[in-house]
């Protein structure tokens, strides 16, 4: 009956994105840009540098049964610095992306994620899954593999997120051989309600949308089978009720002491370091397990990492994943994807269009600007140092921040960036007293009062 039910649903949703091809949310939810370009830091310099390379998205163009995306894969917040020591930058990939319309649920043989892109976020930068090419050789008893050399036994694999955690710039992304690229939900360390990572104290940066508990998260991507990935939070029940609630993973960390076989088996597999203050369990993927009866509490998800739900975007239901994190906002296994597809794996890159497509465009599309309302924080209040606006959850336009006394002089101005979430102010220079803060698209208008006070 599920199953039925699924593949009925489904039908209603294919049939709503055909009736409304121009408007399918895998045609508009692209963050279209052609001014700003990306921007990094180096280590040691909290200063960054303005590169050459368009960030977000260029052009999007679709025909009846697909949809192009055109990026470099360079996010228009700063990327860096990689503490780990990887001498790569975020460069420029020149990549066309071809993703389904219409996609459809595979019910044959499951097909694994893999190394490399599983998906794209909606800024044009590549998702990737769990692991990082890394994992446990038995015989010499080490890692091996990826940037580490050789190769290991691919039976224990290292999880990325937490073997790479140094390497993450404060957006939680870094490059393979310059491709950007997150494993985990893009939003910034700092932002999180239990930060563990200490590389924003340093490199000011944000993610590419900030998660609000209060929200139904934003769609943030979508996965090579065609199916939209969102942020952390959804409506808890899959017909949208239920208020909002943060989307739980179904896999939790096996009962384990040593690795000698998988979750659910007890036939033999060539041995894992055994679980250790250096090898904690969560250090590889085969250390979790998945719980089926978890999904019969609504707000928990599927093997995949999704579940079939309404969201603000597919009023009629759509299967989607959501970017699971913990309770304190820390990403959570599988993360985004995985570790198999739902559906048909599709959706590539390729080297050129080879059919009449349109090319979509928002002011094509009738969007009105000024029915946005902004919402945004600003803090601290008073502030001494540093005044820092950060927009609520996703930032899909260019924002002018301005400093305003209460005179109605501008003291300083800034940009935030369409697909970033956080603007700055040196207070250096400013003196004490009231100031305004206004944010504003030109048309909607947010103003907030600040104290600046030493």
């Avoid at 163009?61 to 228009?76: E, N």
């Avoid at 109605?408 to 800034?414: I, L």
């Amino acid at each position: 009956m599920k199953i039925k039910i699924t593949l009925f649903l489904s039908a209603l949703t294919f049939g709503f994105q055909m009736l409304n091809a121009q408007v399918s949310p895998a045609i508009s939810g692209w963050l279209q840009n052609t001014s700003v370009t990306g921007r990094h830091y180096v280590s040691g310099n909290p200063t960054p540098f303005t590169d050459v390379t368009l960030a977000n998205c260029q052009v999007v163009q679709y025909s009846t049964s697909w949809v192009y995306v055109s990026t470099r894969g360079i996010p228009s917040y700063i990327t860096g610095p990689f503490l780990d020591g990887n001498p790569s930058l975020a460069s420029d990939q020149n990549a066309i992306f071809k993703f389904p319309l219409a996609p459809v649920q595979n019910t044959s043989t499951p097909v694994a994620t893999t190394g490399g892109n599983i998906g794209v976020f909606i800024n044009g930068v590549a998702l990737f899954d769990y692991r990082d090419g890394v994992s446990w050789q038995n015989s010499s008893g080490s890692l091996k593999g990826g940037p580490l050399g050789g190769m290991g036994d691919n039976v224990w694999n290292r999880d990325a997120i937490v073997g790479e955690k140094l390497g993450f710039d404060c957006s939680k992304g870094h490059p393979a051989m310059g491709n950007y690229h997150h494993h985990q939900n893009p939003s910034a360390f700092k932002l999180d309600l239990a930060v563990i990572s200490t590389v924003c104290v340093i490199y000011n940066a944000d993610g590419l949308y900030a998660i609000d508990s209060t929200q139904h998260s934003p769609l943030i991507g979508f996965a090579y089978d065609g199916f939209p990935i969102y942020g952390a939070y959804g409506y808890k029940n899959a017909d949208g009720t239920g208020g909002i609630v943060r989307m739980k993973s179904s896999y939790a960390l096996r009962s384990i002491t040593v690795r000698t076989t998988y979750a659910g088996s007890t036939v033999a597999v060539t041995a894992g370091p055994n679980v250790s203050a250096t090898y904690p369990l969560g250090y590889f993927r085969e250390d979790y397990q998945y719980n089926a009866t978890s999904t019969l509490t609504p707000d928990y998800l599927d093997d995949h990492n999704g579940r079939f739900c309404v969201t603000p975007e597919y009023p009629l239901g759509t299967y989607c994943y959501f970017a699971t994190v913990d309770k304190y906002w820390n990403s959570y296994y599988p993360y985004v994807v995985g570790p198999y597809f739902y559906g048909t794996k599709v959706a590539t890159k390729v080297t050129s269009i080879t059919e009449t497509t349109t090319t979509y465009t928002t002011s094509a599309a009738g969007i009105n600007n000024s029915e946005v309302v902004i919402s945004a924080k600003v803090f601290p209040n008073p502030a001494s140092d540093m005044i820092v606006v950060q927009i609520n959850n996703l930032n899909k336009s260019n924002l002018d921040v301005e400093l305003i006394d209460m005179t109605g002089r501008v003291v300083q101005k800034t940009i935030l960036y369409q697909g970033s979430t956080l603007a700055y102010f040196d207070l250096k220079t400013i003196y004490d007293g009231e100031y305004i803060i206004k944010v504003t698209d030109g048309n909607s208008i947010l103003n907030k009062k600040i104290i600046v006070s030493r």
